[in-house]
């Protein structure tokens, strides 16, 4: 089981007991994004191509504390950015571990084997470290020889001193499936926790047919990357959204589910578009226009079928529909059986 | 997953950068406040005061009453609000810093000039302390 009991038990409680209130738009996961400037350099990185003096911003811990907790999503996502550049970061995870939250911090792993020293490890912290395929394509997807090797060390690193650790991977038409699914073998006899996966964003006006082909091609690929999983692969994300990859279900974005705030504030409308900013996650939620923004609502979201505005409604689909619960404890239990 | 890659073999449009645009209606207005929202580099706002504003304009909002930007000026760290009708031209006067910066853009350039940007990148953020 990729996800450990107790994060699945406080995600369940968490999700039920917003249900029971009866709140319609609650978050799932914060995507903290404290600083945008990065060791690397991968072409096409909408989240770096800044002036200079917007890099150099930062968050500091209490914004970043206040932001959890002003949210209160049980998951903290930190991407960025490299989150480890942030002189502060050991602080701000600490805090964030205090409030008892689940931190995922997203790291392209070029300092962490230098920085682990400065993060006991805990159930509560899991390094997801930036894989985008085996050594070739990796240090291609990055734009630089020799990530691949320095994330692979750094990966045992963390695995040696106990550390939770997980892969995230972006996947693109040029994907090649085979070689894909060789990649999640050398993942997981790395002997990482789980991996989590998603389809790249890519957005370009383009006629509604070539809208429909991308989303069918997504789902092609994904189909022949995930079926027939091998038995030793661990997903660290929802079974129903690797189905939605695959085509298997269909659901409407929800993104809410990950609400972004950075050195602008609270984005608007999720972690891919930025349509503007809130002050506060309140603001967020009552003035975003959400029913402008999804699958068939948007040209920007036509194409789209990222993990941060579709995971969340696969979770929703767990706990809102009895097919949806049932097929995802089978996956759960028996992860072959896709 | 931390990036977004614009894999998308559409053209680029031309950059905005060099570009000043003196607004002589709302809708003008309107139409350059956009462009330097989508804008990837630092923008210089004239201030009908004679105040001018250089920075990265961030935010904006429309409203039936007082609309406004926030711009986070390139010399101060605070951001900074301005009015819609305190705008007299908008100047696009920093880096587009996205321009040429596609994925498409990478895998058509020559090894070489992929080996010397990589060493380029690679050597600033050495100079950061960030490697």
């Known amino acids: 089981m990729a996800v450990p009991l107790s994060q699945m038990f406080t995600v369940t409680k968490y999700v039920l007991t917003q249900k029971l209130k009866g709140v319609k738009r ?24 800044y002036p200079d003096h917007v890099l150099d911003k930062r968050l500091t811990p209490e914004q970043c504390w206040g932001a959890a907790e002003e949210c209160g999503a049980p998951i903290v996502s930190i991407p960025g950015g490299e989150p480890l550049i942030h002189p502060e970061m050991a602080t701000i995870v600490k805090g964030l571990i205090a409030q008892r939250r689940y931190v995922y911090l997203c790291t392209n792993a070029i300092l962490l084997e230098r920085k682990l020293d400065e993060y006991p490890p805990s159930k509560f912290l899991t390094f997801s470290v930036h894989m985008d395929g085996l050594r070739d394509e990796h240090d291609l997807a990055v734009c630089r020889d020799g990530v691949y090797d320095v994330a692979v060390r750094a990966i045992k690193a963390a695995l040696q001193r106990g550390h939770r650790v997980t892969t995230n991977t972006t996947l693109f038409d040029d994907a090649n499936p085979e070689r894909v699914r060789q990649f999640f073998d050398e993942m997981m006899a790395l002997g990482v926790e789980g991996m989590m996966i998603s389809p790249g964003y890519s957005y370009q006006k383009a006629p509604d047919q070539q ?16 079926g027939k999983p091998k038995p030793g692969w661990q997903f660290n994300q929802s079974p129903l959204f690797l189905d939605f990859l695959m085509g298997r279900r269909e659901y409407q974005c929800t993104p809410w589910g990950n609400p972004t705030y950075n050195v602008f504030g609270w984005q608007k409308p999720c972690y891919l578009l930025q349509e503007g900013y809130a002050k506060t996650f309140r603001e967020l939620i009552e003035t975003t226009a959400w029913n402008d923004y999804g699958t068939e609502r948007n040209e920007k979201c036509a194409d789209c079928m990222v993990h941060c505005g579709y995971e969340a409604s696969a979770v929703e689909d767990t706990f809102g529909t009895l097919s949806g619960f049932s097929r995802t404890v089978k996956l759960t239990l028996s992860p072959t059986s896709r | 997953m931390t990036d977004i890659k614009q894999h998308s073999p559409a053209p680029q449009p031309a950059s905005l950068h060099g570009r000043v645009f003196t607004p002589h209606s709302a809708a003008d207005l309107a139409e350059a406040i956009e462009l330097a929202f989508d804008y990837r580099g630092d923008v210089t706002i004239s201030v009908r005061t004679g105040e001018v504003i250089c920075g990265y304009l961030f935010n904006r909002e429309v409203s039936t009453g007082r609309s406004w930007v926030e711009v986070f000026p390139a010399s101060h760290p605070d951001a900074r609000r301005v009015y819609y009708d305190e705008v007299a031209t908008i100047a696009f006067t920093g880096e587009d810093t996205a321009n040429g910066k596609s994925w498409d853009a990478w895998v058509t350039k020559k090894e070489s000039e992929r080996k010397r940007e990589a060493a380029e990148v690679t050597s600033q953020a050495q100079a950061r302390g960030h490697l």
């Open chain 1, 26 to 49: 609650y978050p799932l996961v914060l995507m903290l994004e404290p600083l945008f400037r990065c060791n690397l350099a991968c072409a096409g990185c909408g989240k770096i191509q």
């Open chain 1, 211 to 226: 809208h429909f082909l991308k989303r069918e091609r997504t789902r092609e690929l994904f189909s022949r990357i995930l």
